[in-house]
């Protein structure tokens, strides 16, 4: 036998439910925080603020000043003792040759030693180590990158230029300064464009930003010495550094008062 009940039971727990859903919808969209900001505001509400979002932008070409030199000390043999050996040796001569240059740092890492097989010639062992320079004054890492290579048999394996953190921080000191302006500038314009008669700011953001480590290097040619092979020589290039304000400027239809 049926239950009757059952249907008019299910319609009601259904209706109920759905009724249910809409009162917490109708509570997410009358939320202060969800509110229309362009709705009219409900009776002895206060009128609500209108609110526009502008950015200002400032930016700058920054010529680099540091460089980051990767070097590497390789070599073969059939005793992996003897290849050891001899790249320890490459690269404690380098340390001590850089130990004389003022203002160089230098960072050893990625030390590896494996057996290389190749078909119808004698394996051999490979090790590697390699030796990581930074410094600010070109000229003698031009000379001592060069020594390394030549004198000191290691293998340039790339470098990279970048803008000091002390010139970075100056420099995005000045842009945030212009990058106001410029932001004042918009909202003043915003808010006469949508016929306001004033603005106020309401919350703004700075945001810096530049690849202060470009991915690749830029270098130059340089003439070969007589009895010597061609130096380093180094091209630094520039870094794009860039500070954004961002936010609110709140609109007033009375005149704005004296700043």
Same mark, same amino acid.
């Given at each position: 036998?049926?239950?009757?009940?059952? +249907?008019?039971?299910?319609?009601?727990?259904?209706?109920?439910?759905?009724?249910?859903?809409?009162?917490?919808?109708?509570?997410? !969209?009358?939320?202060?925080? $969800?509110?229309?900001?362009?709705?009219?505001?409900?009776?002895?509400?206060?009128?609500?603020?209108?609110?526009?979002?502008?950015? +200002?932008?400032?930016?700058?070409?920054?010529?680099?000043?540091?460089?980051?030199?990767?070097?590497?000390?390789?070599?073969?043999?059939?005793?992996?003792?003897?290849?050891?050996?001899?790249?320890?040796?490459?690269?404690?001569?380098?340390?001590?040759?850089?130990?004389?240059?003022?203002?160089?740092?230098?960072?050893?890492?990625?030390?590896?030693?494996?057996?290389?097989?190749?078909?119808?010639?004698?394996?051999?062992?490979?090790?590697?180590?390699?030796?990581? !320079?930074?410094?600010?004054?070109?000229?003698?890492?031009?000379?001592?990158?060069?020594?390394?290579? +030549?004198?000191?048999?290691? !293998?340039?394996?790339?470098?990279?230029?970048?803008?000091?953190?002390?010139?970075?921080?100056?420099?995005?000191?000045?842009?945030?300064?212009?990058?106001?302006?410029?932001?004042?500038?918009?909202?003043?314009?915003?808010?006469?464009?949508? $016929?306001?008669?004033?603005?106020?700011?309401?919350?703004?953001?700075?945001?810096?930003? +530049?690849?202060?480590?470009?991915?690749?290097?830029?270098?130059?040619?340089?003439?070969?010495?007589?009895?010597?092979?061609?130096?380093?020589?180094?091209?630094? $290039?520039?870094?794009?550094?860039?500070?954004?304000?961002?936010?609110?400027?709140?609109?007033?239809?009375?005149?704005? !008062?004296?700043?």
């Amino acid at each position: 036998m049926k239950d009757t009940a059952a +249907g008019p039971a299910r319609s009601n727990a259904r209706r109920a439910a759905t009724l249910a859903a809409g009162a917490v919808l109708a509570a997410v !969209l009358v939320a202060p925080g $969800g509110r229309d900001a362009f709705a009219q505001p409900a009776p002895g509400e206060p009128p609500r603020d209108s609110v526009v979002t502008v950015a +200002g932008r400032a930016t700058a070409s920054v010529a680099n000043d540091r460089i980051r030199v990767n070097l590497r000390a390789e070599a073969d043999n059939a005793s992996a003792a003897a290849a050891a050996s001899d790249v320890n040796a490459r690269i404690a001569r380098a340390l001590a040759k850089i130990k004389g240059a003022a203002g160089v740092t230098a960072q050893t890492s990625g030390y590896s030693s494996y057996q290389v097989t190749e078909r119808d010639r004698p394996a051999r062992w490979r090790v590697s180590q390699s030796l990581t !320079l930074e410094g600010s004054d070109f000229p003698a890492m031009t000379t001592l990158v060069s020594s390394l290579q +030549g004198d000191g048999g290691l !293998l340039l394996s790339g470098l990279q230029f970048s803008v000091s953190d002390e010139l970075q921080r100056q420099t995005e000191d000045k842009l945030t300064q212009q990058a106001i302006r410029a932001w004042q500038e918009r909202a003043a314009r915003a808010a006469q464009g949508l $016929g306001f008669a004033a603005w106020r700011p309401g919350r703004v953001s700075v945001e810096t930003g +530049g690849d202060s480590r470009p991915p690749y290097p830029m270098m130059r040619a340089a003439p070969a010495p007589a009895a010597a092979g061609a130096p380093v020589a180094f091209e630094a $290039g520039t870094t794009e550094v860039s500070v954004t304000v961002s936010g609110e400027a709140v609109l007033e239809r009375k005149p704005a !008062l004296a700043r």
